[in-house]
């Protein structure tokens, strides 16, 4: 079983920054094709932006694009999220999942995909 632990989320005033981390107990953590995705309240999930294993290939859902950035560190089993000029309608709990994936490149962005997920953390951005 792969484990997810998400850190790094807090509050934050309207045009700040935060950094997302996702640490996983999986050595072999380049085998895996990682996401974020966000829950607001009373909202379904959505998802936020994903990488590849090579973390080559990334992806991100429109309303964060120019504003956050997903990495990775293959090294250290992490990946990241960095998060700028926060808007209020980003606070949600925030959730990093994980995938064994076959090929380097693939990018998943359906919830589906995923079979390892963390606990969340939470994000606050206030106006």
Do not use: H
């Not at 973390?55 to 990241?80: H, M, P």
Request: glycine fraction near 10%.
């Amino acid at each position: 079983q792969v484990q997810v632990v998400e850190s790094g989320g807090g509050l934050v005033q309207a045009g700040g920054s935060l950094r997302l981390s996702c640490a996983t107990s999986e050595r072999t953590f380049s085998d895996y094709a990682m996401g974020w995705f966000r829950q607001a309240p009373g909202k379904e999930r959505e998802f936020v932006a994903a990488i590849s294993r090579s973390g080559g290939q990334s992806y991100s859902a429109e309303f964060v694009k120019g504003r956050f950035t997903i990495s990775r560190d293959n090294a250290a089993n992490t990946l990241f999220l960095q998060m700028n000029s926060l808007k209020p309608e980003d606070t949600a709990v925030y959730y990093c999942a994980a995938v064994r994936a076959r090929f380097t490149t693939q990018v998943y962005t359906q919830q589906s995909n995923y079979d390892y997920w963390g606990q969340g953390t939470q994000v606050t951005v206030s106006s």
